[in-house]
């Protein structure tokens, strides 16, 4: 459970949540196939997402508690990404953040493997000189951004501020 999910149970708004698989659209869209209730939504530089909706979390977690230290990754869905990354690296990325205040999480799979992370930043802590781990696993999936931007920002991750208003 995320830091700031007691504050959107409550209704203050959240400044920005993401919880979603990110990999290259082909990728993507060739494993969610044998998942109905995933969608996905395209970013920039040929990378598409996934976000971890209520109805997806349900239908692909094993009941076990969440791997890795995310937040939000079903239990055995760890395993679900590793086989997905036999076509291509795959990564999973969450942040929250509230008033400028947050945390942010990212791990990578890439030929059955996790090849990058897990990564955090907890609340108080800042990123590093090699950036965020959420960019981070962008660039290991590709991404290039052009200074002052991030590879976050150069893929589009700025454009919804809630994992759900990518459905829309």
């Known amino acids: 459970m995320g ?7 409550r209704g203050v708004g959240v400044g920005y949540e ?11 869209r060739g ?3 044998d998942l109905p209730v995933a969608r996905v939504a395209s970013l920039g530089q040929g990378l598409s997402l996934m976000p971890m909706t209520d109805e997806l979390f349900d239908a692909v ?5 969440g791997p890795l230290g995310f937040w939000r990754l079903p239990g055995g869905f760890d395993q679900r990404l590793a086989e997905w990354s036999a076509a291509g690296a795959v990564a ?5 953040y509230f008033g400028g205040v947050g945390e942010q999480r990212a791990a990578v799979w890439a030929e059955g493997a996790v090849v990058l992370g897990p990564l955090q930043v907890r609340e ?4 590093g000189p090699a950036g965020s781990p959420i ?3 962008l660039r290991r999936l590709g991404a290039v951004a052009d200074p002052p931007a991030d590879e976050f920002v150069a893929v589009g991750l700025n454009r919804h501020r809630h994992s759900e208003d990518w459905l829309g």
């Open 124 to 127: 108080g802590q800042s990123f």
């Open 61 to 65: 977690t094993d009941g076990t508690e």
């Open 92 to 96: 999973y990325v969450e942040a929250e």
């Open 31 to 33: 494993a969610v196939r």
């Open 18 to 28: 993401l919880q979603a698989v990110i990999a290259e659209d082909e990728v993507l």
């Open 135 to 137: 960019s981070l696993a």
């Open 3 to 9: 830091v700031l999910d007691g504050w959107r149970r």
